[in-house]
Nanobody, 113 residues
Framework: QLQASGGGLVQPGESLGLSCAAS????????MGWYRQFPGKQRELVAV???????NYGDSVKGRFTISRDNAKNTVYLQMNSLKPEDTAVYYC?????????WGKGTLVTVSS
């Protein structure tokens, strides 16, 4: 199971952090990270770790968002800086293990003045 937390309302230019705690060892996942979904749209990649510790970021968040993890706490984090109104979305924690996808409950991030 994946438990995401940390969403909320912030103003443009501000920062916000998200956390995703897994019920098991995050080292067992082939991929783990974050996707987001805008109203009426499909979920899109935000940032993920792949096995071997490589990271992938969505083009729209590169340079502003940073994914990190704490293996001891079985938790993945997403630090979001310089937030823009267009970052407003529901953010989902995601993990994949042996071809099976796991999704946490979404957490809403709203960027508005």
């Amino acid at each position: 199971q994946l438990q995401a937390s940390g969403g909320g309302l912030v103003q443009p230019g501000e920062s916000l952090g998200l956390s995703c705690a897994a019920s098991g060892s995050i080292g067992s996942f082939n991929v783990m990270g974050w996707y987001r979904q805008f109203p009426g749209k499909q979920r899109e990649l935000v940032a993920v770790f792949s096995r071997g510790a490589s990271t992938n970021y969505g083009d729209s968040v590169k340079g502003r968002f940073t994914i990190s993890r704490d293996n001891a706490k079985n938790t993945v984090y997403l630090q979001m800086n310089s937030l823009k109104p267009e970052d407003t979305a529901v953010y989902y924690c995601y993990a994949e293990q042996w071809g099976v996808a796991y999704w946490g409950k979404g957490t809403l991030v709203t960027v508005s003045s």
